[in-house]
């Protein structure tokens, strides 16, 4: 996955962020493959042994994963506003 199609997520999904994204491109969508994992390596055994249903998409992985450094940088940048 390109860095191009990294920023499209997440300018559509945090537009918030837009002045902190590199300029955008394509602004159409962007095909990303719902079979990632399984393009790239049978994960069979490790669905079986770990009892795992469904993977999530790398959209949702890159959503989840910004929330939390969002949260992060927010926790960190308070703590550091405080008087001192």
């Known amino acids: ?6 920023s499209n997520i997440l300018r559509t999904r945090f537009p918030e962020l837009e002045d902190r994204l590199p300029p955008g491109g ?12 399984k393009d790239l390596v049978d994960s069979a055994p490790a669905s ?7 993977y999530i998409t790398i959209e949702e992985t890159l959503v989840d994963v910004t929330k939390q450094l969002l949260g ?5 940048r308070g703590v550091g506003s405080g008087a001192g």
């Open 72 to 76: 992060l940088e927010h926790t960190v």
């Open 26 to 37: 394509n602004q159409g969508k962007v095909a990303i493959s719902r079979k990632f994992s």
């Open 1 to 6: 996955m390109s860095l191009q199609a990294v």
């Open 48 to 54: 079986a042994i770990l009892g795992l249903i469904k």
